[in-house]
T-cell receptor
Framework: ETGVTQTPRHLVMGMTNKKSLKCEQHLGHNAMYWYKQSAKKPLELMFVYNFKEQTENNSVPSRFSPECPNSSHLFLHLHTLQPEDSALYLC??????????FGGGQETQYFGPGTRLLVL | KQEVTQIPAALSVPEGENLVLNCSFTDSAIYNLQWFRQDPGKGLTSLLLIQSSQREQTSGRLNASLDKSSGRSTLYIAASQPGDSATYLCAVRRTSGTYKYIFGTGTRLKVLA
């Protein structure tokens, strides 16, 4: 166990549904991340949060809406998704946000097991 | 634009063999490079992180090297075991000030007992 949990582990939804993915980290980290992993494509960073504030949005469509109520919890709200949004969604956390300049272990990201999403 | 390539995409080896996984990147202006392991249905586990000023890092049977000038990194696994079977990803972090890691598509390794 990495100390990062994600629920649900699997999700099937129609294009008109609204659902939310949840991530929780028990590591006392300050930074949290959402990644998307599609089949045969590189892992893509979606959002970065540092001390609850969004610091990066990697040109993600508005049908994905992140929320970070505190440094331990991160949500990804989904609505009117497309079939091509089917993927494994990974959450990660790190002590300090990548790019803060500390380098090394403080920027090491710890990943959750992911939510496997299928959009029909 | 930074691109990260991992070859081969898949590899099968008999148990006990020493093996090398390759990662290449197009822009040598990197801050660090990280190797991850991903098991089926699970998230990523960080294996080794090499800062741009370093040439290699070692952890147990794993040794990662970095040659920035040629845009290459290798992950050496000694005396491979069936438990090493997983997908191995490398990711480069662009120079300080940016958050993004650019990931490769991975090498899927199977170690046969």
């Amino acid at each position: 166990e990495t100390g990062v949990t994600q629920t649900p582990r699997h999700l099937v939804m129609g294009m008109t549904n609204k659902k939310s993915l949840k991530c929780e980290q028990h590591l006392g980290h300050n930074a949290m991340y959402w990644y998307k992993q599609s089949a045969k494509k590189p892992l893509e960073l979606m959002f970065v949060y540092n001390f609850k504030e969004q610091t990066e949005n990697n040109s993600v469509p508005s049908r994905f809406s992140p929320e970070c109520p505190n440094s331990s919890h991160l949500f990804l709200h989904l609505h009117t998704l497309q079939p091509e949004d089917s993927a494994l969604y990974l959450c990660a956390s790190s002590q300090d946000v990548v790019g803060a300049g500390f380098g090394g272990g403080q920027e090491t990201q710890y990943f959750g097991p992911g939510t496997r999403l299928l959009v029909l | 634009k930074q691109e990260v390539t991992q070859i081969p995409a898949a590899l099968s080896v008999p148990e006990g063999e020493n093996l090398v996984l390759n990662c290449s990147f197009t822009d040598s202006a990197i801050y660090n490079l990280q190797w991850f392991r991903q098991d089926p249905g699970k998230g990523l586990t960080s294996l080794l992180l090499i800062q741009s000023s370093q040439r290699e890092q070692t952890s147990g049977r794993l040794n990662a090297s970095l040659d920035k000038s040629s845009g290459r990194s290798t992950l050496y696994i000694a005396a491979s075991q069936p438990g090493d079977s997983a997908t191995y990803l490398c990711a480069v972090r662009r120079t300080s000030g940016t958050y993004k890691y650019i990931f490769g598509t991975g090498t899927r390794l199977k170690v046969l007992a």
